[in-house]
């Protein structure tokens, strides 16, 4: 595991103290709310290129797809990043595996990961490559910088090597190991090896005080607390480059600024993809960053490296990071060992037979965002796919088009400004909109996105309850055919008029999630969002984006076929079938 490097475990020189001065303080960043601003930067981790794509990157990639669809629904001018890490030693191994050079298995990688998230229909705005000369040129610059600031410094790093792993260990798992390596019991080495030093230690102080000021820095809180608990332990200054040896693997990598003998440690290369994208003429009124999004693996390196390396350049902090847990099967870590991977072989199963919109509604609302670790589970997938999709708002929006359809002529009802029905004080639609929609702003801004999502189902559900209260069916039955004038035919066309209104918002508040379905629905109700427009004005009642009486509403396809239980591939084991 590569974050083992930054462990100072050795008897290497201390680095100076240095307390942060009241200049450091006065930089310290103000606390800024989601909601006062107008841009919104969003990254996910950007992923090895060693590997293929599976279900983990593309949860965190799908989690963060929808919180920027909700972004520039709630009409913030979003910047969404996502990418690939592709220094990393092994990417030299793997690559002679596969006989090719390692940039030809960086470019296989790199162009398997953007292939999946296009599958999944992710709206990254752009995806950075660490290979890419407007990333390195930028890593030179932010090192040379560090450097010129007194920031980095040569010094020994000694720590205990697994020469099997090629890797550092932590003086506590070296010991808990006995010494010997945690996956082939071989004997570790003490090794020392001359290094270029971050100051880490120096910004110890002001990172604890960043953290106590502004809680939602980390999320969700206990990782903050997690993280808070590492610090009452002072930070040590950390190696960032290593030598450059015969070894070929040890050729990958930027080499530090003016010193030929040495790279730059892929993860602080990785670290600064954030900034050196957003770094330009045209894209640096993004920064900072509103929310970092990755798993708990890379907590450290996202709460504590990130923001101390970034305080040393001068630069405003991030606003969130948050991460979330993972995605397990059957209650156990998925591994290449174990063989139990989603892959992307089985997540193109789920997007052919039940939709990519499907597959991402079962991530956003059902993935581990929060504490916890979530199963996946194909007999989960499906009872959530019929519970919210096929039975909810497919079935809502199909019941309600088919009765527009069919009592007025493909045409959207009119209430005559009637928004409640007199003894129906549960159902005032103005008011129960308003407060979805407020809810599910203010759970996505705090990136529960799995709650947000949520108001839309429970206005779908109010939707139901409504027409099984009033039942328009057997009201268009008492209407005298072609009669256009009755107190009955107003009142079904004050019902209808509510159920679709009420549906065109909670389709918008679906959409971030299934946009392919939420865009069809938006087509055949003539209803598709305005740019530009926030959330509220969209959703106000009798705004100027409610649906227009008389305008075409036609009925359209059915949105999500009914799933039948059993296997996903029936000639084959389904992966997750409980
Ligand atoms: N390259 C580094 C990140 C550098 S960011 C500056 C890295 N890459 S990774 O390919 O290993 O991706 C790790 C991330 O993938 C996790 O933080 C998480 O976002 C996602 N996931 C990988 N496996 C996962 C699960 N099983 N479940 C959920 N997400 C996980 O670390």
Not at 65 to 87: I, P
Not at 217 to 243: A, H, Q, T, Y
Not at 364 to 379: E, K, L, R, V, Y
Request: proline share 7%; with cysteine.
């Amino acid at each position: 595991m590569p974050g083992l490097f930054f462990v100072y475990a050795g008897s290497g020189p201390m680095p100076p103290w240095q307390t942060p001065t009241l200049e450091c303080l006065l930089r310290a960043p103000i606390p800024s709310t989601v909601a006062a601003m107008s841009r919104y930067y969003l990254t996910t981790p950007i992923y090895y290129v060693n590997d293929k794509p599976h279900i983990g990157h593309c949860f965190t990639t799908c989690f963060a797809d929808v919180v920027a669809r909700f972004q520039r629904l709630f009409g913030r001018e979003v910047f969404f990043l996502t990418g690939t890490d592709e220094h990393a030693d092994k990417v030299v191994s793997t690559a002679a595996e596969h006989g090719m050079s390692p940039m030809q298995w960086a470019d296989t990688n790199a162009r398997a990961f953007e292939q999946a998230f296009a599958a999944l229909n992710i709206s990254n705005d752009d995806f950075i490559r660490t290979t890419q000369p407007r990333h390195t040129t930028k890593v030179l610059e932010y090192i040379a910088a560090l450097q010129k600031r007194g920031d980095i410094y040569l010094g020994d790093y000694t720590g205990w090597w697994d020469p099997s792993q090629e890797e550092y260990l932590t003086e506590t798992t070296a010991k808990d190991a006995g010494y010997k390596s945690p996956v082939t019991g071989k004997d570790l080495v003490k090794r020392t090896e001359r290094n270029y030093f971050f100051k880490l230690s120096a910004y110890h102080d002001r990172l604890v005080e960043h953290l106590a000021r502004n809680p939602e820095f980390i999320l969700p809180e206990s990782r903050r607390n997690e993280v808070l608990g590492r610090l009452r332990e002072r930070l040590v200054d950390i190696p960032i480059s290593r030598g450059i040896t015969d070894d070929p693997s040890s050729q990958w990598g930027i080499r530090m600024p003016e010193d030929a003998t040495h790279r730059i440690y892929v993860w602080i290369d990785a670290l600064f993809n954030y900034l050196s994208v957003i770094d330009t003429d045209e894209k640096q009124d993004f920064w900072p960053p509103s929310a970092h999004l990755l798993a708990k693996d890379i907590l450290w390196f996202h709460a504590v490296i990130w923001p101390c390396l970034l305080m040393a350049l001068g630069r405003p902090l991030p606003g969130t990071v948050y991460a979330h847990g993972y995605f397990v099967r059957d209650g156990r870590k998925m591994s290449k060992s174990l063989g139990n991977f989603i892959d992307l072989a089985v997540i193109n199963q789920y997007c052919a037979k039940y939709s990519a919109d499907a597959f991402r509604w079962f991530l956003a609302t059902q993935g581990p965002i929060g504490n916890n670790d979530a199963d996946f589970s194909h007999t989960k997938f499906i009872e959530v796919y019929n519970a919210d999709l096929a039975n909810g708002i497919g079935n809502a929006i199909s019941r309600v088009g088919n009765m527009c359809d069919k009592y007025f002529n493909g045409t959207v009802p009119d209430a005559k400004g009637v928004s409640s029905l007199p003894g129906l004080a549960d159902f005032d639609w103005p008011s129960i909109i308003s407060r979805h929609v407020a809810s599910a702003i203010g759970k996505a801004d705090a990136l529960d996105i799995t709650g947000a999502l949520q108001e839309g189902v429970l206005l779908v559900k109010k939707v139901d309850a409504y027409i099984n209260v009033t039942e328009p069916f057997k009201l268009a039955k008492k209407i005298a055919p072609g009669s256009d004038e009755s107190p009955e035919r107003d009142r079904l066309a004050a019902i209808l008029y509510h159920c679709a209104e009420a549906l065109r918002v909670a389709t918008l508040l679906h959409s971030p999630a299934i946009p392919t379905a939420a865009a069809k629905v938006q087509t055949a109700w003539h209803c598709l969002p305005a740019a530009g427009a926030t959330l509220a004005q969209q959703t106000l009642w009798n705004g100027a984006h409610s649906l227009v009486p008389g305008a075409p509403l036609t009925k359209g396809d059915i949105l999500f076929m009914r799933a039948e239980p059993g296997p996903l591939n029936p000639d084959e084991h389904t992966p997750g079938a409980a």
